[in-house]
């Protein structure tokens, strides 16, 4: 079994102590995203566990356990979200530069094949244009260049849930541009090219920095930039670096266009604070924050 933890919240930032205690404890216990009051057991201990994908913007407050999970035999890698957006955009991730010496010491530490650099999502603003992403890509890729061997991206979705969000901000004076197939086939000309040049970019900025590039559940087709359709929980890469065999098929539960094998998450919704304003995993951020108060209780 693989562990996600987790695309629901962010475990290693926020729930390190709690997630330790349960490591400790063999077991933790799983609301059913859409059913709270349906709780499922999910056996923690090294036998049930092959790997532990760990999805995160700040793996810091994790550090202090590493040697004890090395100790007890887990297997694990890291999906390290690392962006520099404006704070109105990301108010609440780490600042830039303590984010790339995170990642360097945690890379240094477990080695760059376990560290995957997640520029993602992108997003297209009135205050992230083209250029302050090619930029941005540029400057942190020569940055992380020897601490990761990959980088996925992909384009901010235009989930329904974010409507209201988004036009709360658009009045504040950010206006963010969601792009789809259906975007891209409306789009100007002139705008259209300039996307695609921006894709070329990343494509020989990662390349230029010794890192594959793929993308991560995206709808819109890459492909023809150079970027191809990646797999997050990934069983290759897993088989490469440690040595174990996990069943390659699709994880039905996941959308169509994610490529990830199956695995188990132990995360639940609105528990974490970084308060993204594209996030699709936090409905609420006041209740985000209460639900983080309660469990510290």
Same mark, same amino acid.
Not at 63 to 84: H, K, W
Not at 105 to 115: D, F, K, T, Y
Not at 166 to 181: E, K, Y
């Given at each position: 079994?693989?562990?996600?933890?987790?695309?629901?919240?962010?475990?290693?930032?926020?729930?390190?102590?709690?997630?330790?205690?349960?490591?400790? !404890?063999?077991?933790?216990?799983?609301?059913?995203?859409?059913?709270?009051?349906?709780?499922?057991? %999910?056996?923690?201990?090294?036998?049930? %566990?092959?790997?532990?994908?760990?999805?995160?913007?700040?793996?810091?407050?994790?550090?202090?356990?590493?040697?004890?999970l090395n100790q007890r035999g887990y297997s694990y890698y890291f999906q390290y979200t690392l962006l520099n957006n404006p704070r109105q955009i990301d108010p609440k991730t780490p600042?830039?530069? !303590?984010?790339?010496?995170?990642?360097?010491?945690?890379?240094?530490?477990?080695?760059?094949?376990?560290?995957?650099?997640?520029?993602?999502?992108?997003?297209?603003?009135?205050?992230?244009?083209?250029?302050?992403?090619?930029?941005?890509?540029?400057?942190?890729?020569?940055?992380?260049?020897?601490?990761?061997?990959? %980088? %996925?991206?992909?384009?901010?979705?235009?989930?329904?849930?974010?409507?209201?969000?988004?036009?709360?901000?658009?009045?504040?004076?950010?206006?963010?541009?969601t792009i789809d197939n259906q975007a891209l086939q409306h789009a100007p000309s002139p705008w259209l090219g300039e996307f695609g040049d921006l894709m070329h970019s990343l494509v020989?900025?990662?390349?230029?920095?010794?890192?594959?590039?793929?993308?991560?559940?995206?709808?819109?087709?890459?492909?023809?930039? +150079?970027?191809?359709?990646g797999k997050c929980i990934d069983d290759e890469l897993i088989k490469s670096v440690f040595g174990i065999t996990v069943p390659p098929q699709k994880d039905a539960s996941q959308r169509? !266009?994610? +490529?990830?094998?199956?695995?188990?998450?132990? +995360?639940?919704?609105?528990?974490?604070?970084?308060?993204?304003?594209?996030?699709?995993?936090?409905?609420?951020?006041?209740?985000?924050?209460?639900?983080?108060?309660?469990?510290?209780?």
């Amino acid at each position: 079994m693989i562990i996600s933890a987790s695309r629901r919240t962010d475990i290693p930032a926020f729930h390190a102590t709690w997630f330790t205690q349960q490591i400790r !404890a063999g077991y933790c216990l799983v609301p059913n995203p859409f059913n709270p009051s349906q709780i499922t057991q %999910v056996s923690l201990t090294p036998p049930d %566990v092959d790997v532990i994908v760990f999805w995160t913007r700040h793996p810091r407050p994790l550090f202090p356990y590493l040697d004890e999970l090395n100790q007890r035999g887990y297997s694990y890698y890291f999906q390290y979200t690392l962006l520099n957006n404006p704070r109105q955009i990301d108010p609440k991730t780490p600042a830039v530069e !303590a984010a790339i010496n995170t990642f360097c010491q945690l890379a240094e530490q477990i080695g760059p094949e376990r560290v995957i650099w997640r520029y993602d999502p992108i997003v297209f603003s009135n205050l992230t244009s083209l250029d302050f992403h090619r930029e941005t890509f540029a400057s942190l890729a020569r940055r992380l260049q020897g601490h990761t061997q990959r %980088v %996925v991206i992909s384009l901010m979705d235009p989930y329904r849930k974010l409507t209201r969000r988004l036009a709360r901000l658009a009045q504040q004076g950010l206006t963010i541009h969601t792009i789809d197939n259906q975007a891209l086939q409306h789009a100007p000309s002139p705008w259209l090219g300039e996307f695609g040049d921006l894709m070329h970019s990343l494509v020989q900025t990662a390349s230029a920095n010794g890192m594959q590039i793929s993308s991560c559940a995206e709808t819109v087709d890459l492909r023809p930039y +150079g970027i191809l359709p990646g797999k997050c929980i990934d069983d290759e890469l897993i088989k490469s670096v440690f040595g174990i065999t996990v069943p390659p098929q699709k994880d039905a539960s996941q959308r169509a !266009a994610c +490529g990830c094998v199956a695995s188990k998450d132990i +995360g639940a919704y609105n528990t974490c604070l970084f308060g993204c304003t594209y996030c699709y995993a936090t409905s609420s951020f006041a209740q985000a924050r209460e639900y983080y108060a309660r469990h510290l209780a």
